[in-house]
T-cell receptor, first 114, second 111 residues
Framework: KAGVTQTPRYLIKTRGQQVTLSCSPI?????VSWYQQTPGQGLQFLFE???????NKGNFPGRFSGRQFSNSRSEMNVSTLELGDSALYLC?????????????FGPGTRLTVT | SQQGEEDPQALSIQEGENATMNCSYK?????LQWYRQNSGRGLVHLIL?????REKHSGRLRVTLDTSKKSSSLLITASRAADTASYFC???????????FGAGTRLFVKA
């Protein structure tokens, strides 16, 4: 099976802009979770989508949003970018909802905000 | 606060030696997972151990879980230079659905 894919792999944006990241899960996986990784805060959970519905959400401002499509592909959007949003954004897919299942991660999208 | 905390923060060993990393957590969990990350790339899933399990093996990896002490350890035997990476524990706590990652242990294996 193909692994989790994320596009784009690298992105440079300016403060105030918005960005959309994409994640395609492993075939058959219905859950997609998003994480932000920074040197200072480590890996932080953003949200999880399962069957096109957001099931869980981390402690991030409303500028961070997402959605999931009927084919389980997911997008994450960050509006009004801030310098602190510079990070590696990772998505992970799993067969079921919640933390009961193994998560398989994509290679990440490295976002740089200038 | 983060659910899992790894110890040590960094570890440097010679090829062929064993490496042990520890993870402590604070509340009841459904399971605990270990991941490896090479140089800022995606995470690779290593092992999932459920709260009713005490030990699991996968190749050169051995994971133990002690729920009474709220701790887990990852042992890599006969380490190789290719094992150089950051290792993270991730805890899935009961009553919720989030997986919380620790800060990670940076392992450096010298050839």
């Amino acid at each position: 099976k193909a692994g989790v894919t994320q596009t784009p792999r690298y992105l440079i944006k300016t403060r105030g802009q918005q960005v959309t990241l994409s994640c395609s899960p492993i075939s058959g996986h219905r859950s997609v979770s998003w994480y932000q990784q920074t040197p200072g805060q480590g890996l932080q959970f953003l949200f999880e989508y399962f069957s096109e519905t957001q099931r869980n959400k981390g402690n991030f401002p409303g500028r961070f949003s997402g959605r999931q499509f009927s084919n389980s592909r997911s997008e994450m959007n960050v509006s009004t970018l801030e310098l602190g949003d510079s990070a590696l954004y990772l998505c992970a897919s799993s067969t079921g909802q919640g933390n009961f299942y193994e998560q398989y991660f994509g290679p990440g999208t490295r976002l740089t905000v200038t | 606060s983060q659910q899992g905390e790894e110890d040590p923060q960094a570890l440097s060993i010679q090829e062929g030696e064993n490496a042990t990393m520890n993870c402590s957590y604070k509340t009841s969990i459904n399971n605990l997972q270990w991941y490896r990350q090479n140089s800022g790339r995606g995470l690779v899933h290593l092992i999932l151990i459920r709260s009713n399990e005490r030990e699991k093996h996968s190749g050169r990896l051995r994971v133990t879980l002690d729920t009474s002490k709220k701790s887990s350890s990852l042992l890599i035997t006969a380490s190789r230079a290719a094992d150089t990476a950051s290792y993270f524990c991730a805890t899935g706590y009961t009553g919720g659905f989030k997986t919380i990652f620790g800060a990670g242990t940076r392992l450096f294996v010298k050839a």
